[in-house]
């Protein structure tokens, strides 16, 4: 069974347009982490956010924001005002405390941002 | 700090040839792994290793071999390349899991690879 699912193949928007970037995932551990990653078109894995499993708490970074919700096994990312720049494939990942040598990604989401 | 390095950053092989993907790093990360990205199929975990001399496997490790012999470095062997390993590779490091805490992975630009 897939651990991470995001739904969204691809998204499209006009800049300047808020967007939301599903994130499902599935474990049974009590303990585990959850990462947002963003690959722009140039390819690189570039690191945006890590959030444990007892912290709850919504986090803001600028134009970006998380939702973590632990009980819809959720952890979705938005993009305020976005821009052509945010355009890339984001991926979200989880690593779990009986394993945590083990990181499993989402398929990723791909977002065009249009001028 | 260079971080994490790949070379080469494109190869194309035939299938049967063999070769190694290298990747380094330098900030002292105990951890490193390897991982293959497919298109709508996200990245996959090929092996990793917690140190030198400590190798193991992860969700797709059919096809390639590993060796931690440094820090520093965790080559990536094919031995008889195919078709299907035509992918995009990424390493990447982090700090020692040993305590359970998560740390956040860092990744090197990747390795495109065609096999014919």
């Known amino acids: 069974a897939q651990k991470v699912t995001q739904a969204q193949t691809e998204i499209s928007v006009v800049e300047k347009e808020d967007v939301t970037l599903d994130c499902v995932y599935e474990t049974r551990d009590t303990t585990y982490y959850l990462f947002w990653y963003k690959q722009p078109p140039s390819g690189e894995l570039v690191f945006l956010i890590r959030?444990?499993?007892?912290?709850?708490q919504n986090e803001i970074s600028g134009r970006y924001s998380w939702n973590f919700q632990k009980s819809t096994s959720s952890f979705n990312f938005t993009i305020t005002a976005s821009q052509v720049v945010d355009s890339a494939v984001y991926f979200c990942?989880?690593?779990?405390?009986?394993?945590?040598?083990?990181?499993?990604f989402g398929s990723g989401t791909k977002l065009n941002v249009k001028p | 700090n260079a971080g994490v390095t790949q070379t080469p950053k494109f190869q194309v092989l035939k299938t049967g040839q063999s070769m190694t993907l290298q990747c380094a790093q330098d900030m002292n990360h105990e951890y490193m792994s390897w991982y293959r990205q497919d298109p709508g199929m996200g990245l996959r975990l090929i092996h990793y290793s917690v140190g030198a001399g400590i190798t193991d496997q992860g969700e797709v490790p059919n096809g390639y071999n590993v060796s931690r012999s440094t820090t520093e470095d965790f080559p990536l062997r094919l031995l008889s390349a195919a078709p299907s390993q035509t992918s995009v590779y990424f390493c990447?490091?982090?700090?020692?899991?040993?305590?359970?805490?998560?740390?956040?992975?860092?990744f090197g630009p990747g390795t495109r690879l065609l096999v014919l």
């Open positions: 959030r444990n499993s007892f912290d709850e």
């Open positions: 990447a490091s982090s700090y020692s899991r040993a305590s359970g805490y998560q740390e956040t992975q860092y």
């Open positions: 990942a989880l690593s779990e405390a009986n394993d945590f040598n083990k990181f499993y």
